[in-house]
């Protein structure tokens, strides 16, 4: 074990850094199409800008709505707590955390859901509606997924988990299933592009944008703010899962690896972005279950 | 070795849900393609004498046919139907999937009912070969096409044939080749049917094949509308 004090930089570097992750993307893409593209500290000047400002509230909304940005918010960091970067435990590491970390990410949809329902515009309930829908199968495929690390490291911590699958993990080629998974996961959770159009404001298509129409001034910053920082959780889940063993590395290695690793995953998914169009409504059930099936495999090569 | 094994086996499984989910055929046809191929490099890793003639020649024989010679006989046959290009199903790509977990995980059960009379087979071996067979199985009753029936047939095959490599290593070449013959005439004689089928039907859905009643049927009321009869 490490000492606390790296994990605490770890975690002020992902509070610090995580906006960036969006810009990176942004500028990839971008540069794919020719263009110069946006700064890549946008991230940053739009939640200072709308942190500045006043927020709307309609008369029809109730404490839900106000609620549900702030809990995203400290739902996600909580999340943050429990993940372990570059081979170092995370701030808070205790046995079962993987669940923990599971239900966090659940309880801030749940609040954005409710919080969009609470608007009442059927506009919003769409969006509210498909989220949830998705998540029923995000969310079987994240936990057998860890739970065939779990088994693998026989540890029930992610800390224990991540970063120590190693070259004997990945001869039995679980790791290499589950990372696959997540990286759809990670897609998926963050409204990338396959399942999710970021930049699109077309009703038909909308998932998660449409869900956060009505927030305006700092309720929608902690929203962006809160999606930059998933991006970073599920981006150290997913390196913390592919990467070998690293525990005996020396500090410089470790860190380089993972905050390379982040920033590498940034860019595959910009190339991911241009390069494929967003699939139709009905074929994203069919990707996720199919990363379901990728962590059930994993789950049974582990335990066969 | 036995690494590389596993990740055949792995791939083996993988390709299983692609069939499953796939929403194309000719995306169908490469997958089984890719399955055949990787159930062409099993024989020479699993076989504990190392390289031989006969696994050299059984090896090269079962991927030019299953991952070449099939594949172009397939596509061929799906360039002439030419407004066809998705597949239609009973049961759609999700429930399939979710099917084929629950097949996945129950083939475990078997694996363990029925082990290996050795143990020199991998351990996934069993539950690999229940899986590619009943999924072979299922894409026969839940795809609705002929096309893809031929698809299920082949990955049937594959189940099967991934038998004979785990189960019986020093199997004759006569017998091995015999029954790549007689996939090949199977292949070969469907790909025609098709064909046929969509040129007298204007489409290759076996459902439709439920208006040829309309002929039994005329057959019967003939007398009644013939006085001569």
Redesign the interface.
């Known amino acids: 074990m490490r000492s606390n004090l790296s994990s605490m930089v770890h975690f002020l570097l992902a509070l610090i850094v995580a906006p960036l992750l969006p810009g990176i993307i942004n500028r990839t893409k971008a540069l794919m199409a020719g263009r110069n593209g946006q700064p890549l500290l946008q991230a940053y000047f739009d939640i200072f800008k709308l942190i500045r400002k006043g927020a709307v509230y309609s008369r029809t909304t109730s404490w839900l709505f106000r609620a549900g940005p702030m809990v995203n918010l400290a739902t996600i960091i909580v999340g943050l707590l429990l993940v372990p970067f570059a081979g170092s435990p995370a701030l808070l590491a205790f046995d079962g955390d993987l669940i923990l970390l599971v239900y966090a990410l659940g309880l801030a949809r749940f609040f954005i859901v409710l919080a969009a329902l609470d608007t009442g515009s059927s506009f919003e309930g769409m969006g509210a509606s498909r989220e949830v829908t998705f998540a029923l199968m995000v969310e079987p495929a994240l936990l057998v997924g860890l739970f065939a690390l779990s088994r693998l490291s026989q540890s029930m911590s992610l800390s224990g988990i991540l970063y120590t699958s190693g070259v004997t993990g990945w ?3 679980a790791p290499a ?1 589950v990372a696959g998974a997540l990286f759809v996961l990670y897609l998926a959770e963050n409204s990338r592009i396959p399942v999710d159009d970021p930049n699109t404001h077309l009703e038909l298509t909308m998932i998660h944008e449409v869900m956060v129409l009505d927030h305006s001034g700092p309720d929608f910053a902690f929203i962006q703010y809160g999606g930059a920082l998933k991006l970073w959780l599920f981006g150290a889940l997913f390196i913390g899962v592919a990467s070998p063993n690293i525990t005996d590395a020396s500090i410089w290695m470790r860190e380089g690896f993972a905050i390379g690793g982040i920033a590498l995953l940034s860019i595959a998914v910009g190339v991911v972005e241009s390069s494929m169009a967003r699939l139709r409504l009905l ?1 994203v ?2 990707l996720l ?2 990363a ?3 962590s ?2 994993a789950a ?2 582990v ?2 | 070795m036995n ?1 590389l094994i ?2 055949i086996v ?1 791939l083996i ?2 390709t299983n ?1 692609l069939l499953l ?1 796939a ?1 194309w055929l000719r995306a169908s046809i490469r997958i089984v393609a890719l399955q055949g191929f990787a159930l062409g490099l099993l024989p020479l890793l699993v076989n504990q004498d190392g390289l031989t003639v006969r696994l050299a020649i059984i090896a090269t024989l079962v991927i030019t046919l299953k991952g070449i010679v099939f594949p172009r006989l397939l596509l061929r046959s799906l360039r002439e139907l030419s407004s066809v290009r998705a597949i239609t199903y009973y049961v759609g ?2 429930p399939s ?2 099917i ?2 629950l097949v ?2 129950s083939s ?1 059960w078997w ?1 363990y009912v029925l082990p290996l009379p050795d143990q020199t087979g991998h ?2 071996a069993i ?1 690999m070969v229940f899986f590619t067979i009943v999924t072979g199985l299922f894409l026969i009753v839940a795809r609705r096409q002929a096309l893809m029936q031929i698809i299920g047939y082949l990955t049937l095959e594959n189940g099967i044939y991934a038998v004979g490599v785990f189960f019986a290593q020093s199997e004759s070449m006569l017998i091995e080749i015999g029954i790549l013959l007689d996939v090949f005439v199977g292949v070969f004689i469907m790909g025609i049917m098709v064909f046929h089928i969509s040129r007298e039907f204007d489409n290759i859905e076996t459902g439709q094949l439920r208006t040829l009643r309309d002929w039994i049927k005329s057959r019967k009321e003939l007398p009644s509308k013939d006085p001569q009869a």
Request: net charge positive.
């Open positions: 001869s039995v080629g299933l074929k059930p069919q279950v199919g379901g099936a990728l059930v495999l049974i090569l335990l066969g | 690494d596993s990740a792995v499984v993988i849900f989910g929403g790509p999700m999937l979710l084929g977990i996945m995980s475990l694996g351990r996934f539950p």
